[in-house]
């Protein structure tokens, strides 16, 4: 099922093209297929260089939360390349990131929580609430 509205393609192709200019590559977007649930994996030439979900937060704070079955991928197709996987966001007017795993390990440790909701102006899902990864904003890398 689509989640994701217009607007929200927008504001996460801003981050991704944030990103890929900062790193020199292109990306490509993958989820909301039968296939992947992280957002788009960033390569340069034909070679992937790296795995990404991205969030465009709005709040006063950045929320920071991956639920479990986005974690379980990006965490498993990183080991399994041997390449890295991003939370990377937008807040603020700010760019921020947190490094989940350098390819070979996961780097962090973040607390397992009952979280999420529903966007304003979203219809309610049941799904909304759900096990999610929580990071602090002390893992953030800004820029």
């Known amino acids: 099922m689509l989640r994701e509205t217009k607007q929200d393609l927008i504001n996460e192709a801003m981050v ?9 590559a ?3 977007k993958l989820g909301n297929g039968a296939k992947y649930r992280i957002d788009a994996a960033f390569h340069r030439d034909d070679k992937v260089v790296a795995w990404a979900e991205v969030k ?3 709040a006063k704070s950045p929320y920071l939360g991956v639920n479990v079955p986005k974690m379980i991928e990006g965490c498993q197709l990183a080991l399994f390349t041997g390449k890295p996987f991003f939370l990377f966001f937008h807040h603020n007017e700010r760019f921020g990131m947190v490094k989940i795993s350098d390819g070979e390990q996961v780097l962090s440790s973040p ?3 009952i979280a999420g ?3 304003p102006g979203r ?10 990864y929580k990071y602090s904003e002390m893992d953030i890398k800004w820029g």
Not at 18 to 23: I, R, S
Not at 123 to 132: A, F, Y
């Open 26 to 28: 292109k990306w490509t």
């Open 56 to 58: 465009v937060y709005k």
């Open 123 to 132: 219809k309610p899902l049941g799904d909304d609430i759900e096990p999610m």
């Open 111 to 113: 607390k397992l929580r």
């Open 16 to 24: 991704l093209d944030h990103f890929g200019a900062k790193y020199s």
């Open 117 to 119: 909701g529903t966007p």
